[in-house]
């Protein structure tokens, strides 16, 4: 931890002693009682601070107790190094392929998310947060092809080569277009807005496999970018039956209706000690994941590094990536004489060697898990309370922005987070929003709103939605279509007075 950090910190530590405001913290004098809705990861799991350290702090309870946040901070080290191909070093394994080295990569500060980028894809441009997905669009589920994992890697350790070369032929391109909506993008009192929306290429020249094995024309790409990690424990903690119960009730509704993630069966994908069994999914865009304990940040641990462990045994290849290695020269050198079959047989067992201790990945899940959510701002003024107004009761937004949840009554990875009242403001459900050229995210989960105000503070922007094609809240607001076409249409007869009452709102929350 650095310096600063330290200090910040101790700050939280010392909350309700620490006026001073200078780095325009929320007011903590002990005197002020703050209502809950303050409290948005419930009083176990918020942290009032509003710096650009916000989205990087341990909840009270692990800053209270020395064995998690020891914990606590070696996760954050491994969230934050990079992994090196070279053995028997500390953070060692990445490879053969893989997405990016480290977690920070594409979650700057856990939170803000990525910033949207344009023209050649560059993974090593830490502003590019993007995951690559190659889909067929004629297939009714946008199937991912079979040549490249779910999230495919676009680098390697050499002798082995990237199933897609960034630096081969034109690469991959990410171009922005504009597009003009039903309103001409104009609000009926004359203020314009923008709307841009993204088309992704990839040259074939940059692709491992010649066009009579994939043909990349036949193929779409889309880009999904990151989503906050802070607040996902709390998340985790909600019980799946009043998951079900939201599910139901919006059936039930008729109007946003939304989409329940399909049951994931852990047992069968890896396991979840503490919650065996059948779980709705609640995680990631597509909601493919129910618990954090088989969640996506457990397996972009071992799938965006292919750093192996006890649970993960198995490299993130696909079986036509192993049989085109085992065809290349420099590949069959450092198998030393290896049959080609052999070679695929090693690249697909289920039996590598570990190369994270499960100690190690024990404490990344307190870390992951334990990552508190900053402090709604501000909600007594006035002009928030009128965008709240609206945003509750005029708009409907609620609809699918839920405001708040309790966590299960005993959650057992971490009790203290039992019991808590959180303001996430999202059901956790998909829904159809009906974007133009969405990519595999066409019905999206909806994205919680909490903490999102800070991420100007946090990452010095505010790109919004699944591929960041929103550049604040009004864009994000306007590419909210099919079921919720009619929130749209409210906000967009909106006074210009209103409108800026419901983005303070959304900024203070
Ligand atoms: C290549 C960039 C990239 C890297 C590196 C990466 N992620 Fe992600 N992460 C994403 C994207 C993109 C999403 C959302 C897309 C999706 O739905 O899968 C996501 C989603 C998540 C979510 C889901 C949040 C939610 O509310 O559903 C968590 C948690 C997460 N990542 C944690 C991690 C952790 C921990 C690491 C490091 C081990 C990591 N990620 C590394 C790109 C990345
Ligand atoms: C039918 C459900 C639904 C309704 C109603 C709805 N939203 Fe959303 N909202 C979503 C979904 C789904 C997403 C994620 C879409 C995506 O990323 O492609 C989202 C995303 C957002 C985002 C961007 C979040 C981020 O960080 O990426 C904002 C801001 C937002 N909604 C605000 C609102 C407001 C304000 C209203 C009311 C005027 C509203 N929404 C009504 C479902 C809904």
Redesign the pocket.
Known sequence: MNNKLFLAACCLTLAAACTDDDNGSANTNGNQEYGEEYYAGGKAGTVFITSSFAYKQPMPVIDADPTLYKQFMRGERI?DKSFVASEEMAFSGLGPVY??K??I???PSYGGRSQRVSGKFDSNDSHN???LTIYDPTSPELALSSYFTG?PQTRAVLPFKPPIDENKGSGITITWLPHTDEYGNKFPDGETYELIYPQVTIDQAAILFDRSEFDIDKHKVGI??????YG?GL?DAISDEDLRAEYQQQQARGYCVGVIGKDIDDDATGGNKYYPGKHPGR????C?RGSLDN???AN??WN?TNVNRADRTSLYITRAYAEKMAQDPDVQKLYAGLEPEKIVDSLMSKKQKPEMTMEDYEAFMVW?RGLAVPAARNLDDPKVQRGRTLFYETLGCTACHRPSWKTRDSYLPLPEISNQTIYPYTDLLRHDLDMLEPGRARVCRTT?LWGRGLMKIVSGHSDKLHDLRARNSVEAIMWHGGEASQSREKFHKLSKEDRDALIKFLDAI
């Open positions: 969230s997405v990016r480290s977690c990569a594409c979650h947060g993007y995951l999230m999904e970018a990151t989503i906050g990690i996902t998340l995680f990631t865009y597509l493919t969640g996506p940040g972009a641990l965006i992951h919680p």
